[in-house]
């Protein structure tokens, strides 16, 4: 169960996500449902907000930990770390609403 759950936006229209300790992850993209049964649950390949590809490896789910999450009043940043023996790859991204009111992403 998610510790928090993080929402902008207008009604039908909201993101949403549900954060715990550890992992961050998509309930809702413009109203639209984005979960498995209140889960960040499924396949490998289907969990998580971000894959990142690299020339020694593939990076997605679990195997991106979360490192911060900023609320803000029309956004949500968030820092994520993925390692293997040879490097250590950091990423942010932000997420936000438009003065339209609009979700942007990446």
Request: net charge negative; hydrophobic share 35%; proline share 4%.
């Amino acid at each position: 169960m998610p510790d928090s759950i993080i929402q902008f936006g207008q009604a039908g229209q909201r993101m949403i996500f549900c954060r715990s300790e550890s992992a961050i992850f998509l309930k809702s993209l413009c109203g639209l449902p984005w979960e498995l049964n209140g889960q960040d649950g499924g396949p490998k390949g289907t969990r998580g907000l971000f894959v990142v590809d690299t020339i020694d490896q593939h990076f997605e789910a679990e195997d991106l930990r979360l490192l911060d999450c900023q609320i803000e009043s029309d956004a949500v940043r968030l820092s994520f770390c993925a390692q293997n023996a040879q490097n250590e790859y950091l990423m942010s991204q932000k997420f936000s609403r438009s003065k339209s009111n609009k979700i942007t992403g990446p």
